[in-house]
T-cell receptor
Framework: GAGVSQSPSNKVTEKGKDVELRCDPI?????LYWYRQSLGQGLEFLIY????????KSGLPSDRFSAERTGGSVSTLTIQRTQQEDSAVYLC??????????????FGPGTRLLVL | GNSVTQMEGPVTLSEEAFLTINCTYT??????LFWYVQYPGEGLQLLLK?????DKGSNKGFEATYRKETTSFHLEKGSVQVSDSAVYFC????????????FGTGTRLTVIP
């Protein structure tokens, strides 16, 4: 597609439920990132994929958060046993890897998650 | 470590006023620097970038110069328009490895006619 797409655009869930957030990166982009934008924390990095592997998971806030990427394309961010503090906008970005240098990241519109 | 400190808002200006949003950074290496913009109801968009010292990024009348000596990347525009009302984020990446972005807290700009 022309840009990064994310689904759903909005998700309301009850505390304790699991949620899955999806990201479709720009075609051909090998790198994929998840960020979280929340009122208290600003924009924070969660996880990075290069191809299907995730060499950097340092930003995941707890073991309730996990992510996978298949076929070097679509990625899913899963939050288990959601808590109210998980409420935020979850942003996905993708970029090209040119040699050892990562190119500019392009962001999707985000998924707004509200945990009641 | 890497971090970005950005001028706190909100900032309210009249149309055609001069805009400066300050941004300073701390980095362990030689980062790339970015300004991203988030218009109301829309996602983050890259506004401009600079990848090395003394580079000037520019787009849509906005400019920012990568100043290594002052570790700054201030955003400027000579004459703002109502359509520039948005939240502006300064960010850096270390380019190698994960290259994840470190963001400032964002500055909300409102331009009034």
């Amino acid at each position: 597609g022309a840009g990064v797409s994310q689904s759903p655009s909005n998700k309301v869930t009850e505390k304790g439920k699991d949620v899955e957030l999806r990201c479709d990166p720009i075609s051909g982009h090998t790198a994929l990132y998840w960020y979280r934008q929340s009122l208290g924390q600003g924009l924070e990095f969660l996880i990075y994929f290069q191809g299907n592997s995730a060499p950097d998971k340092s930003g995941l806030p707890s073991d309730r958060f996990s992510a996978e990427r298949t076929g070097g394309s679509v990625s899913t961010l899963t939050i288990q046993r959601t808590q109210q503090e998980d409420s935020a906008v979850y942003l996905c970005a993708s970029s090209l890897l040119a040699g050892a240098i990562q190119e500019t990241q392009y962001f999707g519109p985000g998924t707004r998650l509200l945990v009641l | 470590g890497n971090s970005v400190t950005q001028m706190e808002g909100p900032v309210t200006l009249s149309e055609e006023a001069f805009l400066t949003i300050n941004c300073t950074y701390t980095a362990t290496g030689y980062p790339s620097l970015f300004w991203y913009v988030q218009y109301p109801g829309e996602g983050l968009q890259l506004l401009l970038k600079a990848t090395k010292a003394d580079d000037k990024g520019s787009n849509k009348g906005f400019e920012a110069t990568y100043r290594k000596e002052t570790t700054s990347f201030h955003l400027e525009k000579g004459s703002v328009q109502v359509s520039d009302s948005a939240v502006y984020f300064c960010a850096l990446s270390d380019r190698l490895g994960a290259n994840n972005l470190f963001f400032g807290t964002g500055t909300r700009l409102t331009v009034i006619p």
